[in-house]
């Protein structure tokens, strides 16, 4: 069915402006790069909507007016059961939105700084029916690239098999955000993680992982984290992990952020942070010469950000390394007949005329939290009982408050501050502003009220908190992820505690009023205002997202507890280790770039001593 009306009547399209009409082609687009039950979920809640309006007027919402259409939304919104379900729309629906604002007020030209570095990438469609490797890495992601770096550096000749495709600084430059995004994250990043309460976790699939579209904030694993992973769960290598983040943090060429290209947003949350006396700076990340383009997240237009398709494999690559891009593993190989128990063999590689494999005597999988258990279950490796157990994602939540003067969060460095007055309580705040529609935060408000938003969104600052959560997830599946998360009652009391810090820090700043991102009590003008909320929610209620998935391949000395040791090799078959987010045995409470990183190092220096 046609999306006209849907758009016309949550965006309160009366007809004075040009760009709302361009946002139902530009819905068609966002939905098509979701997974089917997203599709079918907005378009019968379009359908729905559109049987009420029929109900109540006889006609469809297309054929109303303006006004019509506000009335017929406002008998909606006053049924408060079906606030989750309208907000839940309003998702796909503001990307687009978002998109066309930008481009009606002109999207400005991005040039690369510099040439990408050269990659030996090759399509799936080229490679060979049989060849042979000293390695197969699985993923190009943070581990999966610096494994291969450290394994063709040694000498080994290294195949990467990356599910997506590479795609360059210059073609980032060129489009508008949103095509990209579409393009950049698996699923169209509707990867949604079902449980108490629903959680919106988006990945990235292309040459580079997640780390072509991740925030470039470059946190270092927490000495108190390393001693646990160490001591309590005796992943042995975290002892010396020191060596391995210094490493991580020279090839990425991490600095602190300077204040010149920062923005607004990061600003206002300095400056609320020295008026709480609390601690706040700007961030460290991996992007030398950022001229805040705010793009972060989906592929940094000037290519200052430093992904690891722009450090790490080229480095690979320069060693011998290859890269082979739409390459969807359908299993490891395994001789199960070698003296001394299973050994890996290769790989097999789905292709539409049958396939290819790579024999290989060691195979890396660095496939993400996500996806690294459903394959080893694929290659009938997945009999430990905690294999996909273990789950972290770092639930996060976002709060906006506006401001007398203009922001423009999204002129800027997309996330520039770290607020860490309340990091050993398991909240981290950071400033982060996206371009518009493709934050966590979500407006408030539908039809006019939503209209009204959209046209004052320059005048918003957006907090996100993230919290260190207990690995309160699970992943399940064989062909295709399925993902379970039932938020913990203590994470959910760390949660709603972010968002008041985050209110406080706001208002501190100077700001009005508070956007709670609470449906039902969506504005708030005080402290005493929003304490009187939080009392009265709970986290279910809040807009949650999550991000930094670890965990589902967890490293460790018990057998019964870890399916991979403490040197990061899989149980139960020779030559298969572990290298990405995956074999991280707890939440690293932090950005986990470098955790990732220092892991995929630590892990392949170790096989190659022995």
Known sequence: MSLTGLVAAVLADDGTAHWPARVPARLETVLASMPLPARAGVRAAARGLDAYARARTGRGLAALTAPERESVLAGLVARPALLPLLDMLKVPLLLAAGTERMLEDGLP???PARTDPPLDCVSAHAWPARSTADAVVIGSGAGGATAARTLARAGLAVVVLEEGQ???????????????????????GATVAVGRAPLLLPVGRAVGGTTVVNSGTCYRTPDHVLARWSTDFGFDLAEGFARQLDEAERTLRVATQPLDVLGANG?????????????AAPLRRNAPGCRGSCQCVVGCPTGAKQSVQLSVLPDACAAGARIVTGARVERVLIDADRPGGPRAAGVRVHREDGGFEILAPLVVVAAG?????PLLRRSGLGRHPRLGRNLSVHPATSVAGRFAEPVTAWEGVLQSVGVEEHHDEGVLIEATATPPGMGSFVLPGHGGELRRELEGADRLATLGAMIADLPAGRVLGRDRTLLRYDLHRRDAGRLLRAVRAMGELLFAAGAEEVLTGIPATPRVRSMTDLDEVLAATSARQLHLSAYHPTGTVAAGADPQRFPADGAGRLRGVHGVLIADASVL????????????????LAITEAHLER
């Open 369 to 373: 939290a996500l996806e690294s258990p």
């Open 267 to 279: 600003k206002i949350a300095l400056a609320g942070a020295d008026r709480l006396g609390w601690q």
């Open 585 to 600: 045995p707890g939440c690293p409470e932090v950005n986990p770039q470098l955790s990732i990183m220092a892991a995929a």
């Open 109 to 111: 030209a991005r040039r």
């Open 166 to 188: 590479h795609h360059s600084t210059e073609s980032f430059g060129r489009r508008p955000p949103l095509e990209r995004f579409a393009e950049l994250y698996r699923d169209g």
